[in-house]
């Protein structure tokens, strides 16, 4: 099975050796997003609603690059410094997926790149 590569200016460029996404088959590796602003690749802002919402904007871009939607995604890895965001982050998940949701983990992790406070990677299976 081939692998293709997915890329988007509307999301960040990758800062390190990965791809956006990689798609096999049907099936599509996104690689962890954090909240930088694709234009400036700078982060957003201190205010972690702000910061989830661009990561979510940025998990967005990549999916629609790849030929789905955010709603095609079957599990979401969500890492977070700090887990008392987690209310937070589910009330933004909320504006972007519609039932039935994906599976999904929230990992409490030490640090991120760049400072960030959420970063967000996933799986997504395309429609046929």
Do not use: W
């Not at 095609?72 to 965001?85: A, C, E, Q, R, T």
């Amino acid at each position: 099975m081939a692998k293709s590569i997915i890329h988007t200016d509307n999301a960040p460029q990758a800062i390190g050796t990965y791809s956006q996404a990689v798609k096999a088959g049907t099936t599509v590796y996104l690689s962890g997003q954090i909240p930088l602003v694709p234009e400036t690749m700078e982060i957003i802002s201190d205010d972690f609603a702000e910061q989830a919402t661009q990561v979510f904007e940025n998990v967005k871009a990549v999916c629609e690059a790849a030929g789905g939607t955010i709603n095609d995604m079957v599990k979401v890895n969500i890492f977070l410094p700090d887990l008392s965001h987690f209310a937070t982050v589910n009330e933004i998940m909320a504006k972007y997926f519609n039932k039935p949701y994906p599976a999904r983990a929230a990992i409490g992790v030490k640090e991120l790149p760049k400072g960030s406070q959420i970063e967000i990677d996933g799986i997504m299976e395309l429609p046929e």
